[in-house]
């Protein structure tokens, strides 16, 4: 499986993931690997991008906050939150860092096809911020 692709998967997981509250779990961490990225080699990317969100999401959302000064994270959509948490996963808590302008450019296309019309801008100019 492409690395596109695995990022997409890894955007719903990431995604589904979100939907949960502390007070209503919809789908567990294990529940979605087990369901939904069923670990295997064609997955093992976006299992490994779906448990560093998981891992690493308060210091991830701290990193979106503290760059995108003028947006109330809780104003956006979950699909633009989970975008961001895997762009800055991606960027600063894989062992291998991915390239930055790669990073962006991902999160674009992945924004123009499951985000808002324009939302893609907003996440250009929060992951531009971000320093790797």
């Not at 294990?30 to 210091?59: G, H, T, W, Y």
């Not at 991915?98 to 499951?114: H, S, Y």
């Amino acid at each position: 499986m492409g690395a596109h692709k695995q990022r997409v998967t890894a955007f719903q997981a990431v995604y589904m993931y979100g939907l949960n509250s502390p007070r209503k779990r919809i789908l567990s961490e294990d529940e979605i690997l087990e369901n939904f990225l069923s670990p295997s080699e064609k997955m093992e990317v976006a299992v490994d991008f779906f448990r560093c969100v998981v891992e690493n999401q308060e210091d991830i959302d701290y990193i979106i906050e503290e760059n995108a000064k003028n947006v109330d994270m809780r104003s956006l959509s979950w699909v633009l939150v989970a975008i961001l948490r895997l762009a800055v996963a991606e960027l600063r808590f894989l062992p291998e860092p991915t390239e930055k302008a790669l990073v962006i450019d991902e999160a674009i296309i992945l924004a123009k096809t499951f985000g808002e019309s324009n939302s893609y801008l907003l996440i250009n100019a929060i992951l531009d911020k971000i320093n790797p």
